[in-house]
């Protein structure tokens, strides 16, 4: 079959479109025919070398994926033709793949390949960070950095499925209007953001602050929340890791709390499929959707890597295995 591999860790140009052994399914796997992968940041990390995970060379690109299932053990709850979406976390950039059954989710029927392949890794974080981690709750106005990006949006739709006020702090007037399509009560930019959020706020601060990219944002986030706010620490794609002067933490009774979802789900099985019932629902009737901004055939997995290295995306980028 044909898929993409990382050949050497020198980023997006070092990934090569070539025929590979197609996959067997374990005891515990589904076999899947692969409709659509979506592209996400670990993807970009792992061309580089610069993710947790340091798979030996040359490997098999493509964290999630939805497709038919063509393979399923039994008592695994999927049959051959069952629509899904999964999260193989490699190997997805190919005509097929095998995944575990912990990480095959059943995709409802009215959507489409190319959405589902954009749900599994970035909704089931907003799920994680807002509902497991920050406890949010209907009425509550929750802050999100990074708002146009793919961890930002589902956040967006995930607040506003759960009845929340949400606040978008972006840093162009085109990344506000795609947090806005996204259901963004409000944008403001990334300067002057706290004061923006206090003013929307009628001076009390948000309820939440979700936070993929820190840096020196950090303590102003800190400075939005309001009494018993929470803080989520989701990544740092700033690329400096802030501290904490924990005495702010005092002076209102705020929170900070992590939210690494894959290190957490991976110790819990079934937890990733409560999380897909807990959502599903909401996937079915659209209002967990991401926007798809691109895709691509499989012979320009690198441009579609690409995208996101130069942090062009402002939506999900897909690409689909079987065009040429």
């Not at 051959?80 to 190997?91: M, W, Y």
């Not at 840096?215 to 700033?238: E, I, P, Q, W, Y």
Request: with cysteine; charged share 20%.
């Amino acid at each position: 079959m044909r898929a993409v591999q990382v050949v050497r860790l020198d980023g997006p140009e070092a990934v090569e479109v070539n025929e590979v052994e197609e996959p067997t399914a374990g005891a515990d796997q589904v076999l899947i025919d692969v409709e659509a992968a979506g592209v996400v940041f670990p993807d970009l990390l792992l061309t580089r070398g610069q993710y947790q995970m340091r798979p030996e060379l040359p490997f098999l690109l493509g964290s999630e994926v939805a497709g038919t299932v063509r393979e399923a053990p039994d008592g695994s709850g999927f049959r051959a033709g069952d629509r899904v979406a999964a999260l193989p976390v490699l190997g997805g950039f190919a005509t097929t793949v095998a995944c575990s059954t912990e990480t095959v989710f059943p995709l409802p029927d009215g959507v489409s390949f190319d959405v589902g392949a954009g749900l599994p890794m970035n909704y089931l974080t907003a799920h994680f960070v807002l509902d497991t981690r920050a406890h949010l709750q209907p009425g509550e106005t929750v802050l999100v950095h990074g708002a146009a990006g793919g961890v930002g949006v589902a956040c967006i739709q995930f607040a506003k499925a759960r009845g929340a006020t949400v606040i978008a702090v972006v840093s162009s007037a085109g990344k506000g209007e795609v947090a806005t399509a996204a259901g963004a009560d409000h944008w403001v930019p990334v300067e002057g953001f706290k004061d923006a959020a206090k003013e929307l706020t009628g001076g009390q601060g948000v309820d939440i602050v979700v936070d993929p990219v820190g840096g020196d944002r950090f303590t102003d986030s800190l400075r939005s929340l309001g009494d018993d706010g929470r803080l989520a620490v989701v990544g740092f794609t700033a690329g400096d890791i802030p501290t904490v002067k924990v005495n702010r933490l005092l002076l209102n009774n705020t929170s900070v709390v992590g939210a690494g979802w894959g290190a957490y789900a991976s110790k819990r099985p079934g937890f990733m499929h409560r999380q897909w019932d807990a959502i599903r629902d909401d996937v079915a009737n659209g209002r967990l959707a991401p926007p798809i901004s691109a895709t691509y055939p499989l012979a320009e997995a690198a441009s579609a890597i690409g995208e996101l290295a130069e942090r062009r995306v402002t939506g999900k980028v897909v690409i689909h295995p079987r065009e040429h």
